[in-house]
């Protein structure tokens, strides 16, 4: 099944500051990789996601860039504001397009 | 867009009872859903996927006896945790694909087994 190794596990920035989250996967025919916020206690949030077919893709302060040659993605928020503070995950689907494997997860603190 | 609708939010219940938790896509129609668990500040784990009409898959290390998964309908999955103690106190959530082929999480559901 697909592995998905994600880094750093927990991140502290200052307001204003730039953020990456970087996931790794093993499953090469994967061609969905989401990205989503989980403020405590309350279900995960779509922020963004990008399929095999594009290298990068940008909403605003959120990017995601792919590689797939090194099986790797990564998150980037600009301009990083307190409310960005919460744990990110990143996953990747295992071969079929079926089941979703979530990354551990990084806790980003955005401190004022 | 898709709504997965998950209830109840929190439930605390007594050590040898059993909780059914209920999964429903609104306004969309889900062949398949996913239950998750997550505990405090670790990663969802995939528990078991839920096929409609016929029966779920579970993932290794999960009890298929412990954790029932009812999949009747095209809207309505159900995951029963049966027998519960208080190692299975958790958060449990669901996830279904939407038409758009993203996955989409109901909110989850705070189980306390006291």
Not at chain 1, 29 to 50: H, M, V
Not at chain 2, 59 to 87: C, M, R, W, Y
Request: charged share 20%.
């Amino acid at each position: 099944g697909e592995n998905v190794e994600q880094h750093p596990s927990t991140l502290s920035v200052q307001e204003g500051d730039s953020a990456v989250i970087k996931c790794t996967y093993s499953d090469s025919a994967s061609n969905y990789f989401p990205w989503y916020k989980q403020e405590l206690g309350k279900r995960p949030q779509l922020i963004i996601d990008i399929r095999s077919n594009v290298g990068e893709k940008k909403d605003q302060r959120i990017a995601v860039t792919l590689n797939k040659t090194a099986k790797h993605f990564s998150l980037h928020i600009t301009e990083t504001q307190p409310e960005d503070s919460a744990v990110y995950f990143c996953a990747a689907p295992d071969s079929g397009y079926s089941t979703l494997t979530f990354g551990k997860g990084t806790m980003l603190l955005v401190s004022p | 867009g898709a709504v997965v609708s998950q209830h109840p939010s929190r439930v605390i219940c007594k050590s040898g009872t059993s909780v059914k938790i209920e999964c429903r896509s609104l306004d969309f129609q889900a062949t398949t859903m996913f239950w998750y668990r997550q505990f405090p500040k670790k990663s969802l784990m995939l528990m078991a996927t839920s096929n409609e009409g016929s029966k779920a898959t579970y993932e290794q290390g999960v009890e298929k006896d412990k954790f029932l998964i009812n999949h009747a309908s095209l809207t309505l999955s159900t995951l029963t945790v049966t027998s519960a103690h208080p190692e299975d106190s958790s958060f449990y959530i669901c996830s279904a694909r939407d038409n758009a082929g993203g996955y989409t999480f109901g909110s989850g559901t705070r189980l306390t087994v006291v």
